[in-house]
């Protein structure tokens, strides 16, 4: 073998192996600050770009001043570009967003604009993108409309199912005021098709077809809208009801069975809650409690390209001081493999570190985004901002 050859083929195996090497690298998004920054979404650009955004503002629903931010890090670089208004209806609250790079590289943006400050009055909006943007512009939008849909076969599905539940609830207890209200509410047509929110990203399968995860905090359970036609056309699917069962996560099966990994609403103790679908996310099984202990909090679940599935999430079934990535390699029937990002020892509420959202890079390296909050500060301090957390399999696996 010439000598040039073998050379090349060492550094390639070195680097092969420098490329598996655990690694973590995290940093503010920006520094800490006294306004609320909350519910990131994040993805990668065609050009190796990560893309940021949050709501930021004075409150959540009830203040007018919320807006959706955005921040970009260059490919290579450590430290993130100044950050800048994406969207904002003024006077109205602008919460919830959701980011998907798709098939065709469309950057798709969907979040809820909240008309009564309540937040079972969103109106849930979406855009569409092939101009980026730069480090301090928002993209051009190619599309920018309301996400309009019918939830398919609701009313049935929601007194089928509620019915039977509110049968086993204590007596003057929330979840039994909540389940007459879903049970109440089950016909109403504008009801059922206002207030629905994201909160993780949109999917796309292999058909084509996208799927939209969302949730209604009026009926306190979950739906899926989904569009065949690149987002010209929306339908609904029937909603996914359980006592309690919000912000659904959906990852997708081999055998195209999809998963909806959803937050507990519900009185302790509290276990991520998971649906399935056989049909492309129309209709959903019957909500049943996973073995994995969450305190009522936003969690993701995304298939990595080698089959193994990430799951980002607090980890115990009280308070959010301890965020953790699990993997696992059976299609979520066991974690193997655990490891913190944020753990504050000091527990009872010193710290939150929540509403995670997580992505894999074309590289096969891992982003995570999720909203770092210092609540042993006065409420006026500087205690709030987003967090960023670059990593590998490697390094999540290095912890077990």
Same mark, same amino acid.
């Given at each position: ?35 609320? =920054? ?33 921040? !970009? ?8 570009? /100044? ?12 919460? =919830? ?17 909240? @008309? ?22 928002? &993209? ?12 398919? =076969?609701?009313?049935?599905? *929601? ?11 204590? $007596? ?20 059922? !098709? ?5 909160? $993780?990203?949109?999917?796309?399968? &292999?058909?084509? !077809? @996208? ?28 909603? @996914? *009801? ?22 507990? =609403?519900?009185?302790? &103790? ?83 570190? #929540? ?23 006065? /409420? ?5 901002? @987003?967090?960023?957390? #670059?990593?590998?399999?490697?390094? *999540?696996?290095?912890?077990?």
């Amino acid at each position: 073998m010439r000598p040039a050859k073998l050379v090349g083929i060492i550094l390639l195996a070195a680097a092969a192996m420098r490329s598996e090497e655990p690694f973590l690298k995290a940093e503010f998004i920006f520094p800490l600050e006294h306004w609320h =920054n909350h519910g990131s979404s994040l993805a990668e650009l065609p050009n190796g770009d990560i893309l940021a955004v949050w709501y930021n503002g004075s409150g959540e629903r009830t203040a007018d001043d919320v807006k959706v931010e955005a921040a !970009r890090l260059r490919k290579g670089e450590r430290e993130w570009g /100044r950050r800048f208004t994406i969207a904002d209806f003024p006077g109205f609250p602008d919460c =919830n967003v959701a980011l998907l790079l798709d098939s065709k590289e469309r950057l798709w943006m969907v979040w809820p604009t909240i @008309i009564a400050n309540e937040w079972h009055t969103a109106l849930l909006n979406y855009r569409i993108s092939t101009s980026y943007g730069d480090d301090s512009t928002a &993209p051009v939008w190619d599309v920018a409309a309301p996400l309009l849909f019918q939830p398919h =076969n609701f009313e049935a599905k *929601v007194r089928r199912t509620v019915e039977p539940l509110l049968a086993k609830t204590a $007596a003057g207890s929330r979840e039994q005021r909540e389940l007459k209200q879903a049970l109440e509410k089950a016909g109403d047509k504008y009801y059922m !098709r206002m207030g629905w929110m994201p909160r $993780a990203h949109p999917l796309e399968l &292999p058909s084509g !077809r @996208i799927l939209m995860p969302l949730y209604s905090d009026g009926y306190d359970f979950s739906i899926v809208a989904y569009t065949d036609d690149g987002g010209r056309t929306w339908k609904g699917s029937e909603p @996914i *009801v359980g006592a309690g069962s919000v912000q659904p996560s959906i990852v997708r099966k081999q055998d195209g069975t999809l998963v909806a990994y959803m937050r507990d =609403n519900g009185p302790p &103790p509290k276990r991520l809650m998971v649906s399935t679908s056989s049909d492309e996310g129309v209709t959903w099984s019957e909500v049943r409690d996973s073995e994995l202990p969450n305190p009522g909090a936003g969690a993701e679940v995304i298939a990595l390209r080698d089959g193994t599935w990430a799951l980002i999430c607090n980890d115990l079934e009280r308070e959010r001081w301890s965020l953790a990535v699990a993997l696992s390699d059976d299609e979520g029937e066991t974690w193997k493999w655990k490891r913190h990002l944020e753990r504050d020892e000091r527990g009872k509420g010193a710290g939150s570190f #929540h509403y995670p959202s997580i992505i894999q890079a074309r590289d096969g390296a891992l982003h995570a985004t999720y909203s770092y909050f210092l609540n042993h500060l006065p /409420r006026d301090a500087a205690r709030k901002t @987003i967090k960023h957390a #670059h990593f590998n399999i490697e390094w *999540v696996k290095d912890g077990r």
